[in-house]
Structure formats: structure tokens, C-alpha cells
């Protein structure tokens, strides 16, 4: 998945300002977080199993209680998720060494979902969609007096063959727009960009409508660049990405004289079909879903256990205890009369390619069942959920920290505090993460389906204070092997696992009951399935008045998004 920046740090008392980690971070703002509504849900029924209890915590400074805190107690645990990484871990291991789109170790990985799916009770189905899967066919770039290690962006134009240009850079460095190469010869040229302020298609894009032959984009911050750009785009100059200290070493020889290089790239697209895993509860209102979803892909180059193995394994296990929690449920058939809103589960495909796999099943939606779509009261998104330098990030929706680059749907905001209340109820630290876009909720804002998630962070740098709120270690990425062969078992934290599997489970099991918060849709007094008790007829007794009902249930209050 795309980085997303992070900037203030928060506590259940009030938020302390910490200072961003990344120059991309679009207007981060200087006034406190004001005060935010608490979220009125009360757990109860077959879903209190889920979420047994809240330990009560002790007095939290303003950055909070300090690395960990106190996870609080649900059925939904780390060490129960980690097992399922366990399994991703045997599955990539006998597969190739990956799980990426299209390869046996996707297949088993979605077979593995399946069976414990199934043996819960659930019928997952899949979701078939086909694919653009882009192939490197011929990668070469050479420089002399600067060895590269360069990487194809997935979806790159192809040069024609071999081409050996003198090698130029923008006035600004980062090459965004046209206007960042006024002044500048670089018709013809292969052009060397830093990362940042814009995404990789549009530095492309903008190479090709300057002219260039082709575009070197290094890296901001340690560690490989790779990258996609969607689609092939017409136009578009061919891209690969390099290291930072590649990139400066190449910008230091442009500076002391001429540079030249030769940068070929050739690459081809076939058709492939993949798909996605769904699966639901059978109880529950399916006219107001909550639905949760991860991607279940990894990238080729390792097992991708913290990307995605960490949010697909959280998402399974909560599916999971969801069937568990069901008093009485009937075999094959998963919280059968005690859930107020159906859950649906969704295991997303080609995400590392483009986010295909989420964006089909909100496309066909919105082409075949536009109903359905209105359906979603909120949809929560879990990628990369145990960096091993983490921090415990929660997307941004009310833009208490970043200005979000999309527009944020109502109801967004309130599905973010239903985390942050959790969180601040057990006094666990967290930060506001940008409401990007950038991993499978993009296509669901895009329909205005309220959204929320968490992230752990990818290839941001970790600043002092992260290190004060989460523990690990200043100056090195939150996740050091973030798309690479090194995201293996050995690369999740198992105290992010476990803070954030018990939050995924708690907010789930709240959002079960009501998303009144949410979308004002209140829980009904009493559930449709319920039987009412009879008590035994006493002949000498004269008929009581009928019970109408006392709990009528609590009101909770209307959404107050700033969006």
C-alpha cells in the first residue's frame, strides 16, 4: 500500500502536537483537536461475547500511558491472529516464497481463508474480476560511475528500445508539473526526480508531456522504491524507482557535469483473472452493512506477512469470533438472530497492483445493485497492522491533523471515533494517519460510504516523539522491509498485532450493534428473531395487561463530521 504520513499524537485526555514525518503531509493543522463526541454504543446480546470487557486504566499523561497500554480484554486477540500468520507464512514458504496475485500462494492463501470460514459456519464466495497484470520483459539502466539497482513502476510505458541520454533534473527536484522544468533541456532526455508531493503517474505523466525519453524517480527516505502507476498511460515516459542514496549519488554527478545513461525498458500487459473472498453473517439488518475489508495479495517479491497478512489475519480472526459470540447459533448458520446489522467480510485481490480487487466490487455495485451500495453503513479498511517499528495510526476522517486530498463522506468521522474512543478507554496512545485514499477504502469514499481504518505506517521515517507514545527506534522506517523479500514472521510486532486485532474486534462488535453514530440508523428495542417468553398459564388468575416493551433502548447522538 501507499505511505501515509503521521503527525499528532494523541491520549484520552487531550491531544499534544507532534511533528509530521513526511514533507508530503498536506496542511497539517496548527489548532488543538477539539473535543469529540463520545460514541453511544452499548454492547449487548450474542455480540458481548465478542467483547467481554474493558479494563479500567489508570491516569494518562498527554502523550498518553506510554507504549502498549492496556489492550483490554476481548475474544479477539494477537496471539490467536498471529497463528493465521503463521499459516500465510507455511503458505508462501511452500509456494515460492510469495503470495502475490495470480500465483499458487494467493490460491492457498484464499483456500486457507475459506476453510476457516466455512468451518465457522460462514459461505464465503468469490468475486471474479479480470486484470491488466503487468510484466517486466527487459530492464536495464546503466550510469556510469553509479551502480543502480533500479525497479520497474508496475504499469510503466516501455522505451523503444535502448535509449542512452544525458541524464537532467527539475528545478524543484520533485518534477509534479511542466512548469518545474522551465529552463531546463530536457527534451529527449531521461529525467531524475525525487519522490513526493505527487504521485508517481503524475511525474510520469509530466516527463512525458516535457518530452522526456524516460524518468528516474529515487526514493525520500531509506529503502527500495517500488511503486504503481494504475494503468499504462498513454503519453506517460517510462519510470522505474531507485534508492535514495542512488538518487543522490545521481544527482550529485549531474551536478559536477554532464551525466549520460542508458535506460532501457520494455514491459507488456495480459489479461489475467483473480478474485476476491467474501463472506457475511446471516443475522443482522442487510439493509445497514458494515463491512470489513483488507487485501489478501502480497507483492512478488516475499510472503507480504505484515503487508497484508497482519489485516487479512485480524479480519479472519474477528470473523471468526463473530460466529463464536452467537448464543445458541445453529451449525452452518453464523449469528443467526442477534446481531442488529449484517457484517460483511471482504479479502481484497490485486490490491499491490492498483487497488482492482476493492474498486470491482464498488464499480459492480454501483452498475448492477445501487441498492446494495446504499446498503453500507461504513466500511473499515486494515492495512499493514503490525510494523515492526509501528505506530498505532487511525485514518484521519475528521481532519483534526491533515487537510484529506479527497473529500471525506459524512459519518467518517464518526467511524473514526469509534476507534479513538477505544483506544482512549484503554489508555493506548495513537496518531492521526492522512485520509488518503490511498488502499482499498478509496473506491468507498469515492461512493460516499462513510470510512475509518487503521495503519501501522510503511515507509515513513519514525520521529522522536512516535518513539515516546509506541516504543522502537527513532530515524528508521516503520516497516524496514516493506516490499521486500524481508516481510516474513519475523517482521510484525506482536504488541501493534495485538493492540489492533482487539480494537478491530471491539469497534466491530459496536458497530454490529448500532451505526447510529454513524449514519443515525438506530438499533432496534428488540430483535425480530426473539421469542417471546410465555409465562405458564395460572387458571386462577385473570389475565395481565400486555408487556409493551420497556427497554426502549438508548438514543445516542447525531453525527457531528466535520465533513
Known amino acids: 500500500m501507499c505511505s501515509t504520513p503521521q503527525g499528532v499524537a494523541h491520549s484520552p485526555r487531550r491531544s499534544a502536537r507532534v511533528g509530521a514525518s513526511d514533507e508530503s503531509a498536506r496542511g497539517a493543522r496548527s489548532e488543538a483537536v477539539v473535543k469529540r463526541r463520545v460514541l453511544q454504543a452499548v454492547v449487548g446480546g450474542a455480540v458481548s461475547a465478542l467483547v467481554v470487557s474493558t479494563a479500567p486504566v489508570a491516569p494518562v499523561s498527554a502523550h498518553g500511558s506510554g507504549h502498549g497500554g492496556n489492550p483490554g480484554k476481548t475474544q ?72 543502480l539497482a533500479p525497479v520497474a513502476m508496475e504499469y510503466s510505458s516501455s522505451t523503444p528500445g535502448a535509449v542512452t541520454q544525458e541524464l537532467v533534473t527539475p528545478t524543484d527536484a520533485l518534477g509534479c508539473d511542466a512548469a518545474a522544468w522551465d529552463g531546463v533541456d530536457v527534451a529527449g532526455k531521461i529525467a531524475v526526480v525525487s519522490r513526493g508531493s505527487c504521485p508517481f503517474t503524475q511525474k510520469a505523466v509530466t516527463a512525458g508531456e516535457v518530452d522526456a525519453a524516460a524518468i528516474i ?27 535514495q542514496a542512488e538518487g543522490e549519488a545521481l544527482v550529485a554527478a549531474i551536478g559536477a557535469g554532464t551525466v549520460t545513461g542508458t535506460f532501457n525498458l520494455q514491459g507488456s500487459v495480459q489479461t489475467q483473472e483473480t478474485f476476491n473472498v467474501i463472506a457475511e453473517t446471516r443475522g443482522g439488518d442487510p439493509d445497514n452493512v458494515v463491512m470489513v475489508g483488507g487485501h489478501l495479495d502480497g507483492v512478488e517479491d516475499g510472503a507480504g506477512i505484515n503487508d497484508n497478512g497482519s489485516g487479512s489475519a485480524a479480519i479472519l480472526e474477528t470473523a471468526l469470533q463473530l460466529a463464536k459470540s452467537s448464543k445458541g447459533a445453529k451449525k452452518g448458520h453464523p449469528n443467526p438472530g442477534k446481531l442488529n446489522n449484517k457484517v460483511r467480510f471482504a ?10 480487487g476493492s474498486n470491482h466490487y464498488v464499480a459492480d455495485l454501483q452498475a448492477n445493485d445501487p441498492d446494495e451500495l446504499e446498503n453500507l453503513a461504513v466500511y473499515l479498511n486494515f492495512d499493514m497492522v503490525a510494523s515492526p517499528n509501528f505506530i498505532i495510526g487511525v485514518y484521519d476522517a475528521d481532519e483534526s491533523t491533515y487537510e484529506a486530498p479527497v473529500v471525506v463522506p459524512p459519518g467518517s468521522a464518526a467511524a473514526e471515533k469509534a476507534f479513538t474512543d477505544y483506544f482512549d478507554s484503554i489508555g493506548q496512545p495513537w496518531v492521526d494517519t492522512e485520509f488518503s485514499g490511498r488502499s482499498d477504502y478509496s473506491a468507498f469514499i469515492d461512493a460516499g460510504v462513510p470510512s475509518t481504518g487503521l495503519f501501522t505506517g510503511a515507509d515513513d521515517v519514525k520521529t522522536p516523539e512516535q518513539v515516546a507514545l509506541f516504543g522502537g527506534t527513532a530515524g528508521i522506517l516503520l516497516d524496514p522491509n516493506y516490499h521486500s523479500a524481508l516481510d516474513d514472521i519475523n517482521n510484525v510486532s506482536k504488541e501493534a498485532l495485538d493492540i489492533n486485532s482487539r480494537a478491530i474486534g471491539s469497534v466491530v462488535a459496536s458497530l ?52
Not at 486457507?112 to 466455512?118: G, P, T, V
Not at 526514493?219 to 504503481?228: A, C, E, F
Not at 479479502?347 to 482492482?356: D, I, P, T, V, Y
Request: glycine content about 12%; cysteine-free; proline content about 6%.
Open 76 to 147: 479477539v486477540t494477537g496471539k490467536a491472529v498471529y497463528r493465521h500468520l503463521e499459516a500465510f507464512q507455511r503458505i508462501a514458504d511452500a509456494n515460492g516464497g510469495n503470495r502475490a496475485m495470480g500465483t499458487p500462494g494467493y490460491e492457498a492463501s484464499a483456500r486457507y481463508i475459506e476453510k476457516n470460514l466455512r468451518q465457522a459456519g460462514y459461505t464465503p464466495q468469490r468475486q471474479y474480476f479480470d486484470v491488466e497484470a503487468y510484466t517486466v520483459d527487459t530492464l536495464e539502466v546503466t550510469v556510469p560511475g553509479v551502480e
Open 217 to 243: 524517480i529515487y526514493n525520500n527516505t531509506m529503502g527500495v522504491l517500488s511503486g504503481t502507476l494504475g494503468e499504462i498511460t498513454p503519453g506517460s515516459a517510462p519510470a522505474v524507482g531507485v534508492t
Open 347 to 356: 479479502w481484497w485481490g490485486a490490491e499491490e497492483l492498483g487497488l482492482h
Open 512 to 563: 454490529a450493534y448500532s451505526t447510529e453514530a454513524i449514519n443515525g440508523v438506530k438499533p432496534p428495542t428488540k430483535h425480530k428473531h426473539d421469542k417471546k417468553k410465555h409465562p405458564k398459564k395460572d387458571k386462577h388468575k385473570k389475565k395481565g395487561p400486555k408487556d409493551k416493551g420497556k427497554d426502549k433502548g438508548k438514543k445516542g447522538p447525531k453525527n457531528k463530521s466535520k465533513r
